[in-house]
């Protein structure tokens, strides 16, 4: 079982950037691959970014392409969502989350969930 945490949500104001942390337990976080989601209100889970079990390979969301870096650590089982040029629209609840392969791309290709972190955008 993999257990997932992320820090760093909050408020920020449009134009702006914040990080996003997600600690893994377990010593096989290299196998995995990660995930970004996020939901906001009244709306479906969606897809934001994935990255590899090795790092190598990345997908993004065209809403977040050229604003959003995912990336890890498997060192310190973290992995790291920078977001710049945040928008409004960007407002929701992330999660991060842990694939049962080393490539994931969809939600049914994850097993593992955060408990979620809050990021609001203002205008």
């Known amino acids: 079982q993999v257990q997932l945490v992320e820090y760093g949500g909050g408020l920020v104001q449009a134009g702006g950037s914040l990080g996003l942390s997600c600690a893994a337990s377990g010593r096989t976080f290299r196998m995995n691959g990660m995930g970004w989601f996020r939901q906001a209100p009244g709306k479906e889970r969606e897809f934001v970014a994935a990255?590899?079990?090795?790092?190598?390979?990345?997908l993004y969301a065209d809403s977040v392409k050229g604003r959003f870096t995912i990336s890890r650590d498997n060192a310190k089982n973290t992995v790291y969502l920078q977001m710049n040029s945040l928008k409004p629209e960007d407002t929701a609840v992330y999660y991060c989350a842990a694939a049962r392969a080393p490539w994931g791309v969809a939600l049914r290709d994850y097993d593992y969930w955060g408990q979620g972190t809050q990021v609001t955008v203002s205008s």
């Open positions: 990255i590899s079990n090795s790092g190598r390979s990345t």
